[in-house]
């Protein structure tokens, strides 16, 4: 199902976390925006439309800033998350350079979505920018939004944007391989459930939650986005981020995920 749902898609939200970022430093993992970029400017060739929903504005900043790993006021985190911003988005230009494709960043918050003046705005700028060929990358404005950094997440800010821009696929990439019967960073035996139609009954039998240091949610938000998106029947696949060559991989049905669609 995951290769038919690329296949058939034209318009792609990809959500990225920060975990799927990070390299093992803790840094940017530049060589994995890279290799991202290169999938990405083929997908664009075959007319295809991108938006990418990126989260790690804080682990960028503390590549920049590491004297305040240890900080936890709320000030300094938002300061953090200025600087990692700026540092966020150079990274993802130059890992797009080499393909002369050109990077947007769109900051929001959640009063966005709920004014109907700067929704219109927001859905214009989208449009306008795909058709030039510029991919889009959004990111929750954490300077002013302290709601994201307490308990927000960018898996909720997908679905929002995949709805936005009316969105024929939303794929999120995250650090497990799909939703599973159980924690499987805790039980050797869960079992990868491949495609998910009913996301209620999902909910029931799943075990949910666990954070990452930098991320915000865990595999609760994700049902929640999932659930959100396919209200307005747009299809969500939940995959490993970190896999070689990843987009590639789930086109051509040689990695695992989980497939989430109407009935």
């Not at 990126?54 to 938002?78: F, P």
């Not at 995250?174 to 499987?184: E, R």
């Amino acid at each position: 199902m995951i290769p038919r749902l690329i296949a058939e898609s034209r318009k792609i939200v990809l959500k990225f976390g920060s975990n799927t970022l990070a390299g093992g430093d803790g840094k940017i993992n530049d060589a994995f925006l890279a290799e991202f970029a290169d999938q990405a400017a083929a997908l664009i060739k075959q007319g295809k439309q991108l938006v990418i929903v990126s989260s790690g504005a804080q682990v960028a900043g503390l590549s920049a800033m590491d004297k305040w790993a240890r900080k936890r006021d709320l000030h300094y985190r938002q300061a953090l998350c200025a600087v990692g911003q700026v540092k966020l988005m150079d990274a993802w230009v130059r890992a797009f350079r080499p393909h002369d494709i050109h990077i947007a960043q769109i900051l929001l918050t959640r009063d966005d979505f709920g004014d109907n003046s700067r929704t219109l705005n927001m859905r214009n700028t989208l449009f306008t920018l795909v058709d030039e060929g510029i991919v889009p990358v959004i990111n929750e404005n954490d300077t002013v939004s302290v709601e994201e950094i307490k308990i927000g997440d960018n898996d909720t800010l997908a679905a929002q944007s995949a709805i936005l821009w009316s969105a024929d696929l939303l794929i999120l990439f995250s650090d497990i391989d799909g939703l599973y019967d159980a924690n499987p960073k805790e039980n050797p035996g869960a079992r990868l459930i491949g495609e998910v139609r009913d996301i209620g009954a999902a909910r029931l039998s799943v075990g949910t939650g666990g954070m990452s240091e930098f991320g915000t949610g865990g595999i609760a938000t994700k049902l929640d986005a999932a659930e959100r998106t396919l209200s307005y029947g747009i299809p969500v696949i939940l995959a490993h981020g970190g896999r070689p060559r990843v987009l590639e991989a789930l086109a051509a049905g040689k990695q695992p995920g989980t497939a989430f669609f109407a009935p």
